[in-house]
């Protein structure tokens, strides 16, 4: 039971604080307990209550107004605000089939994604995901979507040419896989070539930047680090920084052109873009932009970084660390060569994340099934002191040699 959270901590009822190095589901940016954003909601709820999401508010004008000069890329400013992360995959996803379908392309409605990923836990997003244990269960009522290796063009192109691309509305992708992954990072040609492969056959290229986003990989988004620029980039996680439940789905114009031309409208959520979430989002923007929040997250990253690799560098049940800004992932084996996991059943990820809370840290498990089975991904507060990444490196490694000790 938590009943107070304040800056990087945690505090539960027996007043025990625990460092949030996973902020959360990787979603706390600028700390907890900012006063301002408290304010910002409070004032917004004293002006409007609610209004339908169609309809302009000063709030929703304001976060649109900064999303577009500050944050996204040059080109992508058509915004609409959901209330989560699923919520905007799975718009994206409608987006995209509506844009073929107003481009006189009907036939294609099938989603590419790749194993392993998460997008979300609605049907289409759990559909283009590629995370076996939560899609684990629900086979018979998820859709015949395409998934294809992680990391590995020629698959791309092999499922597309399979599928058949007439088929084919959008390649999903996440920059950097989060939570199926532990911070997998692909090739630094991957998305070039898949992008140009997208182009190439009609087909859109949706960046899931729900984890990656809002600076979390030390850049404004996750695909900045590719080279690339998605069609449809969605975000939802660092956005509001955790205080308001919220998502976003940004596109160019020659993805909403079409649909204005043949007079398409779009079905919006009751809640999305609640007057006070944009009032919200748009503070927590702020408080990065102020306090160069994202050029942190990246030294900062690069400290936590070196400190993981020097302490878990001939660790024998560390394969690696990986990942960039405060989004880093360790990868726990068995043995490193031949690189084999500890028994499924051991439930080692879970396993460390009780040893490091038994020690007052919060980290995150991460892993999905047979590619990426058990590791810890990290992605603290970008506001983490030196002192911090200390102790957060010393009760990591006091936690994998005792989950690792009591499964071996
Ligand atoms: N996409 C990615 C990359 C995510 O990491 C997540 C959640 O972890 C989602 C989508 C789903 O977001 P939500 O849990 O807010 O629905």
Redesign the pocket.
Known sequence: MIVRSEGNHLVTADGTRILDAGGG??VTNVGHGRPEIAEAAARSLNEIGYVIPPWGTPDRVRLRDRLVSNWLPAGMDRVAIVS??????DAAIRLAVAYQRASERSTKWRIIGRRP??????IA?LSA?GHDARRSGFDSTLLDYQHTAWNDVDALEQAIDQADPDTIAAFVA?PI???AGAALTPDDDYFVKAADLCARNDILFIA?????GFGRCGTKFGHELFGVTPDIM?G??GLSGGYA?M?GVFATEKVVAPLEATGQTFMYFTYSGHSASCAVADTVLRILEEEDLVARAEVQGQKLRSRLEEQFADHPHVSEVRGRGLLLGVELVADRDPHTWFPAAVGLKDRVVEQCMDRGVWVYPAGSGEIVQDAILLGPPFTITDDEIDQLVAVLAQAIDAATAAAS
């Open positions: 589901a990787i989560g992360g699923s919520e905007s995959v990923s998460y997008h979300g836990a609605t997003t995901g996440e896989i989060g939570a899931d930047e729900v984890m990656t969605v939802s996680k439940p998502g």
